[in-house]
């Protein structure tokens, strides 16, 4: 008896995998595998995630501050999140909703950089425009931020930079992003994007 019903429920199971379903009934899936970006050892967790190469739709970034993170969604879909190395003590941060208002691929702060020598010697790194004295055959040099992306009209904005620490501020009120995060940042978020920084 018991082999009758093994053999009648094999049967039916052949015949239901045989069975054609209807295209309305056809799952697809896509399936997204996350690049992970260095470091990428056993040890440490990676600099950022991405995942959302190819994606149609409106771009928007949410900046933590809490978690020294950054996510970015394109068409509400989040497609990817980074470490980043918000504003150190003294230098906070700003919160709020801003938009990205301009973007230059090649950008040097005016205020933040080191001062050089006639031979292009660094003898001041961590200088300020301003406030360091630059020797008479010197000349003050900006730090690179590159794939820069402007959020205040005072200077604060996302680029690339170092994250020393990841999960801690770094910065003198920037947000700065791995470099291949901000230069795929800086490719698909045009300006107009909305970047919320939340405490």
Same mark, same amino acid.
């Not at 003898?123 to 690179?144: I, L, N, Q, Y």
């Not at 690339?160 to 791995?178: E, F, Q, R």
């Given at each position: 008896?018991?082999?009758?019903?093994?053999?009648?429920?094999?049967?039916?199971?052949?015949?239901?995998?045989?069975?054609?379903?209807?295209?309305?009934?056809?799952?697809?899936?896509?399936?997204?595998?996350?690049?992970?970006?260095?470091?990428?050892?056993?040890?440490?967790?990676?600099?950022?995630?991405?995942?959302?190469?190819?994606?149609?739709?409106?771009?928007?970034?949410?900046?933590?501050?809490?978690?020294?993170?950054?996510?970015?969604?394109?068409?509400?879909?989040?497609?990817?999140?980074?470490?980043?190395?918000?504003?150190?003590?003294?230098?906070?941060?700003?919160?709020?909703?801003?938009?990205?208002?301009?973007?230059?691929?090649?950008?040097?702060?005016?205020?933040?950089?080191?001062?050089?020598?006639?031979?292009?010697?660094?003898?001041?790194?961590?200088?300020?425009?301003?406030?360091?004295?630059?020797?008479?055959?010197?000349?003050?040099?900006? &730090?690179?931020? #590159? =794939?820069? *992306?402007?959020?205040? @009209?005072?200077? $604060?904005? %996302?680029?690339?930079?170092?994250?020393?620490?990841?999960?801690?501020?770094?910065?003198?009120?920037?947000?700065?992003?791995?470099?291949?995060? &901000?230069?795929? #940042? =800086?490719? *698909?978020?045009?300006? @107009?994007?909305? $970047?919320? %920084?939340?405490?």
């Amino acid at each position: 008896m018991n082999a009758a019903r093994l053999t009648l429920a094999y049967l039916a199971l052949v015949s239901l995998s045989a069975c054609q379903l209807p295209n309305s009934f056809v799952r697809r899936e896509v399936i997204c595998k996350p690049i992970l970006v260095q470091p990428v050892d056993l040890f440490n967790s990676p600099l950022y995630v991405w995942h959302g190469s190819g994606q149609p739709g409106p771009v928007r970034v949410t900046v933590d501050l809490s978690q020294q993170k950054a996510y970015v969604f394109r068409n509400r879909e989040n497609v990817g999140w980074t470490y980043v190395a918000s504003g150190r003590s003294g230098f906070r941060t700003l919160t709020g909703i801003f938009r990205i208002s301009e973007k230059i691929v090649n950008k040097r702060s005016k205020r933040y950089g080191s001062i050089v020598n006639a031979n292009a010697e660094t003898v001041r790194s961590g200088a300020t425009a301003g406030v360091h004295r630059v020797p008479s055959s010197g000349r003050f040099v900006g &730090a690179k931020m #590159l =794939y820069w *992306m402007r959020l205040t @009209g005072n200077g $604060v904005g %996302i680029h690339s930079g170092p994250i020393p620490n990841p999960g801690a501020p770094a910065s003198h009120g920037c947000i700065p992003l791995p470099y291949a995060m &901000a230069q795929k #940042l =800086y490719t *698909m978020a045009p300006v @107009g994007t909305p $970047v919320t %920084i939340v405490p």
